[in-house]
Nanobody
Framework: QVHLVESGGGLVQAGGSLRLSCAAS????????MGWFRQAPGKEREFVAH????????YYADSVRGRFTISRDNAKNTVYLQMNSLKPQDTAVYYC???????????????WGQGTPVTVSS
């Protein structure tokens, strides 16, 4: 079992930046692909980014590519999402998730955090 806890969300003005963190329990963090998803009110949960076991492979949704950066530090059991040039449409609850393969659909992720809210004002 993997327990995930997100942090770093909050209020920010359009054009600003935030860095989200996801801390994992246990000693097998490096065995998992890690992903970030988000969900806005009234909308489905959508893929944001994922990163491979080694950190060498990353993939981003078109809506965030060029603005967001995913990274991981296996020694610290932590994955990060650096968010730059934030837009009001980025407002959502952001979730960290773990999978044993490279997937973009939320249905393929085994473990989830409780989420951290991000609100971008204009």
């Amino acid at each position: 079992q993997v327990h995930l806890v997100e942090s770093g969300g909050g209020l920010v003005q359009a054009g600003g930046s935030l860095r989200l963190s996801c801390a994992a329990s246990g000693r097998t963090f490096s065995d998992y692909v890690m992903g970030w998803f988000r969900q806005a009110p009234g909308k489905e949960r959508e893929f944001v980014a994922h990163i491979s076991w080694s950190g060498s492979t990353t993939y981003y949704a078109d809506s965030v590519r060029g603005r967001f950066t995913i990274s991981r530090d296996n020694a610290k059991n932590t994955v990060y999402l650096q968010m730059n040039s934030l837009k009001p449409q980025d407002t959502a609850v952001y979730y960290c998730a773990a999978s044993r393969g490279l997937y973009m659909s939320y249905v393929n992720y085994n473990y989830w955090g409780q989420g951290t809210p991000v609100t971008v004002s204009s």
